[in-house]
């Protein structure tokens, strides 16, 4: 079946590490996102990527980095420059063109500073 | 002023009863609307498109008024299953990212 994996589940971070969180989807969706969600904040977006090789921020991309070498994979990677990481992060993909589609999401994983 | 926004309850229904949501938009060019389902800890997922004309899927009636600028979610004969948090969530234009509500919380008690 086609979706979108998201690993770890759950990850742990050192003050001071840097992080990357995996996304892969097999739905031959060209563009794919990432969310941050915190208790009482809803859905705020870090990146997304309409095309491989092209990504354009998003609200909150401070302290965060992505790539997009290939149409099924966006990792993300939280680095020592975000404050406040410990959130549930949300991967999510779309058809291009698809305007009057909704995502489909990842799992999520769920990242704690320790 | 926030792009879309939602009454965050909760809302405690009994069972069998209606229970109706409504979520604002801020950008009148906006061009697709949905609503998504989020349970506890769990990544959100579809629950329905909204379009112009009204739609309805089994109990949930979604309606979309352009002019006024807001969505509503109409849930009839509410389930213990239901209880999620519904989210609104507004597409401004094709081919970028979604903005999402901050949630609407529903109880549904026996």
């Not at chain 1, 997304?48 to 290939?70: C, H, L, M, P, T």
């Not at chain 1, 999510?92 to 305007?99: F, Y």
């Not at chain 2, 509410?78 to 903005?99: F, P, R």
Request: hydrophobic share 30%; net charge positive.
């Amino acid at each position: 079946d086609g979706g979108i994996t998201q690993s770890p589940k759950y990850l742990f971070r050192k003050e001071g590490q840097n992080v990357t969180l995996s996304c892969e989807q097999n739905l031959n969706h060209d563009a794919m996102y990432w969310y941050r969600q915190d208790p009482g904040q809803g859905l705020r977006l870090i990146y997304y990527s309409q095309i491989v090789n092209d990504f354009q921020k998003g609200d909150i991309a401070e302290g965060y980095s992505v790539s997009r070498e290939k149409k099924e994979s966006f990792p993300l990677t939280v680095t020592s420059a975000q404050k406040n990481p410990t959130a549930f992060y949300l991967c999510a993909s779309r058809d291009r063109g698809g305007a009057n589609y909704g995502y489909t999401f990842g799992s999520g994983t769920r990242l704690t500073v320790v | 002023r926030k792009e879309v926004e939602q009454d965050p309850g909760p809302f405690n229904v009994p069972e069998g009863a209606t229970v109706a949501f409504n979520c604002t938009y801020s950008n009148s060019a906006s061009q697709s609307f949905f609503w998504y389902r989020q349970d506890c800890r769990k990544e959100p997922k579809l629950l329905m498109s909204v379009y112009s004309s009204g739609n309805e899927d089994g109990r949930f009636t979604a309606q979309l008024n352009r002019a006024s600028q807001y969505i509503s979610l109409l849930i009839r004969d509410s389930k213990l299953s239901d209880s999620a948090t519904y989210l609104c969530v507004v597409n401004l234009v094709s081919g970028y990212a979604l903005n999402f509500g901050k949630g609407t919380s529903l109880l549904v008690t026996p």
